[in-house]
């Protein structure tokens, strides 16, 4: 049995981008291709029909350009990519935060789908979808033979539309039907519960609803605990691939009174777009403490807040050495043809810094130690390990990154340990961590 753990290797190319969009004509008659350009077109277009005509297999043409523009596209960098009508539609419903869907979050495991919990109030818990439960079939259609993706992509559909879930449960003595009804899931980017005086919230994506699933956190937090019991909060941005740029800014607007977030720079000297905070008396958290978690899964938007809480001393980091992803990707809609996914700037911290590269290095260094099955192995990514990513002003032969795992159960977890004892006050214990050879503290 596979066991599943809470671990990210390259989360920048799996969506995790600063983006903005944006709508308008491309190019313009000062950036117009010279004749060399159209000449080296016109080869393109050459060896286009010579494929055409004479590979062994006839060729599908849809997929012979795509991949062309692709390959133009990832010359550039691991971040820029074109994404056809049916891909750009699934980037534009995982940045909404809500689709039409079960209800379910799933891995695969022995070639099957197996639920890892239904969300309450949901189809599929309605259902009796039930936690353990692995999925045969979908329609009646085998799931062994497809990938996640496929599976998921199977079970996502239009709300009021019914599907059949051929199910596996352990102690049933034969398989279980199931027909759930879709229906409009939305999914929280922000988990929050109370450590009996810390207030936690875990941010897991920048979508479209995470500023206000976040205030909604805060404001559930400050009910069940009073101001003057709560010692303070943290905030996890561990294992979170980051998504919308604006979301970012609006998030780390949340905990300051003042002072500029970020910056991006484009190509030319004077596009520089300035991002501030909201002058305020008080921010969202009444001024209590907090700390920010973050480690090798932190890439992009959960960078840049990373970064603004940090330079700007509102924050203490703790973790390891973040993903290192500074550039920002607009996303340049085609019509019918999907989108253009294109590099356009790079971010920079409030102190003028660009972690392209480099990362955010946290100011108490908590490594988390590995289960058994995950010691020695190399676990550490970063942009800097990415080939064709785009050289950081500040990249060292370090480079960025670091392993990106987070144990399951919080009573294991290390990193967040040491924070709410450092919330609390506490004198850390002499014996912590536990395997020195495993953790390492610096201040």
Same mark, same amino acid.
């Given at each position: 049995?596979?066991?599943?753990?809470?671990?990210? $290797?390259?989360?920048?190319?799996?969506?995790?981008?600063?983006?903005?969009?944006?709508?308008?004509?491309?190019?313009?008659?000062?950036?117009?291709?010279?004749?060399?350009?159209?000449?080296?077109?016109?080869?393109?277009?050459?060896?286009?029909?010579?494929?055409?005509?004479?590979?062994?297999?006839?060729?599908?043409?849809?997929?012979?350009?795509?991949?062309?523009?692709?390959?133009?596209?990832?010359?550039?960098?691991?971040?820029?990519?074109?994404?056809?009508?049916?891909?750009?539609?699934?980037?534009?419903?995982? #940045?909404?935060?809500?689709?039409?869907?079960?209800?379910?979050?799933?891995?695969?495991?022995?070639?099957?789908?197996?639920?890892?919990?239904?969300?309450?109030?949901?189809?599929?818990?309605?259902?009796?979808?039930?936690?353990?439960?692995?999925?045969?079939?979908?329609?009646?259609?085998?799931?062994?033979?497809?990938?996640?993706?496929?599976?998921?992509?199977?079970?996502?559909?239009?709300?009021?539309?019914?599907?059949?879930?051929?199910?596996?449960?352990?102690?049933?003595?034969?398989?279980?039907?199931?027909?759930?009804?879709?229906?409009?899931?939305?999914?929280?980017?922000?988990?929050?519960?109370?450590?009996?005086?810390?207030?936690?919230?875990?941010?897991?994506?920048?979508?479209?609803?995470?500023?206000?699933?976040?205030?909604?956190?805060?404001?559930?937090?400050?009910?069940?605990?009073?101001?003057?019991?709560?010692?303070?909060?943290?905030?996890?941005?561990?294992?979170?691939?980051?998504?919308?740029?604006?979301?970012?800014?609006?998030?780390?607007?949340?905990?300051?009174?003042?002072?500029?977030?970020?910056?991006?720079?484009?190509?030319?000297?004077?596009?520089?777009?300035?991002?501030?905070?909201?002058?305020?008396?008080?921010?969202?958290?009444?001024?209590?403490?907090?700390?920010?978690?973050?480690?090798?899964?932190?890439?992009?938007?959960?960078?840049?807040?990373?970064?603004?809480?940090?330079?700007?001393?509102?924050?203490?980091?703790?973790?390891?050495?973040?993903?290192?992803?500074?550039?920002?990707?607009?996303?340049?809609?085609?019509?019918?043809?999907?989108?253009?996914?294109?590099?356009?700037?790079?971010?920079?911290?409030?102190?003028?810094?660009?972690?392209?590269?480099?990362?955010? #290095?946290?100011?108490?260094?908590?490594?988390?130690?590995?289960?058994?099955?995950?010691?020695?192995?190399?676990?550490?990514?970063?942009?800097?390990?990415?080939?064709?990513?785009?050289?950081?002003?500040?990249?060292?032969? #370090?480079?960025?990154?670091?392993?990106?795992?987070?144990?399951?159960?919080?009573?294991?977890?290390?990193?967040?340990?040491?924070?709410?004892?450092?919330?609390?006050?506490?004198?850390?214990?002499?014996? $912590?961590?536990?395997?020195?050879?495993?953790?390492?503290?610096?201040?």
């Amino acid at each position: 049995m596979m066991r599943k753990l809470s671990l990210l $290797f390259a989360g920048a190319l799996m969506g995790a981008s600063a983006m903005s969009l944006v709508y308008g004509a491309p190019g313009s008659a000062a950036n117009a291709a010279g004749s060399e350009t159209y000449k080296q077109l016109a080869i393109f277009g050459d060896i286009f029909e010579r494929v055409r005509a004479n590979y062994v297999t006839p060729p599908d043409d849809k997929s012979l350009v795509e991949n062309a523009i692709n390959g133009m596209l990832s010359s550039l960098d691991p971040h820029s990519s074109y994404m056809n009508a049916e891909q750009a539609q699934d980037m534009r419903v995982q #940045t909404k935060g809500e689709f039409g869907g079960l209800g379910i979050e799933v891995t695969m495991e022995n070639d099957l789908v197996k639920v890892i919990t239904p969300i309450d109030d949901t189809p599929a818990a309605k259902a009796g979808v039930l936690s353990g439960d692995y999925i045969a079939k979908i329609d009646g259609e085998e799931v062994r033979g497809l990938t996640l993706n496929d599976a998921v992509e199977k079970m996502r559909g239009p709300v009021n539309t019914p599907i059949k879930l051929t199910i596996l449960r352990q102690g049933a003595d034969k398989p279980i039907e199931l027909t759930v009804v879709r229906d409009v899931i939305k999914v929280k980017a922000v988990k929050y519960r109370v450590e009996n005086d810390i207030g936690y919230m875990k941010i897991t994506s920048f979508t479209e609803k995470t500023y206000d699933d976040l205030e909604n956190a805060i404001e559930n937090i400050k009910k069940q605990v009073p101001n003057d019991k709560l010692k303070g909060y943290v905030l996890d941005l561990r294992l979170n691939p980051g998504g919308l740029l604006d979301q970012a800014v609006s998030v780390s607007d949340a905990f300051l009174k003042r002072g500029e977030i970020v910056s991006t720079r484009g190509r030319d000297p004077k596009d520089v777009t300035r991002f501030d905070a909201k002058p305020k008396q008080v921010d969202d958290i009444n001024g209590k403490p907090m700390i920010v978690l973050v480690n090798g899964g932190s890439a992009s938007a959960s960078e840049i807040v990373a970064g603004a809480l940090q330079d700007l001393r509102r924050v203490t980091v703790i973790g390891t050495q973040s993903f290192g992803k500074g550039s920002v990707q607009t996303i340049i809609p085609l019509g019918e043809n999907g989108a253009l996914r294109l590099t356009t700037a790079l971010y920079y911290t409030p102190s003028g810094k660009s972690i392209q590269g480099k990362g955010i #290095t946290p100011d108490i260094k908590v490594d988390q130690p590995l289960p058994p099955d995950l010691q020695g192995r190399d676990l550490t990514r970063g942009e800097s390990d990415l080939k064709g990513h785009i050289k950081g002003a500040d990249e060292s032969s #370090t480079g960025s990154g670091s392993a990106a795992y987070v144990p399951p159960d919080p009573k294991n977890d290390l990193q967040l340990i040491y924070a709410e004892q450092l919330l609390r006050g506490e004198k850390t214990d002499p014996s $912590f961590p536990p395997n020195p050879d495993k953790a390492v503290m610096n201040q």
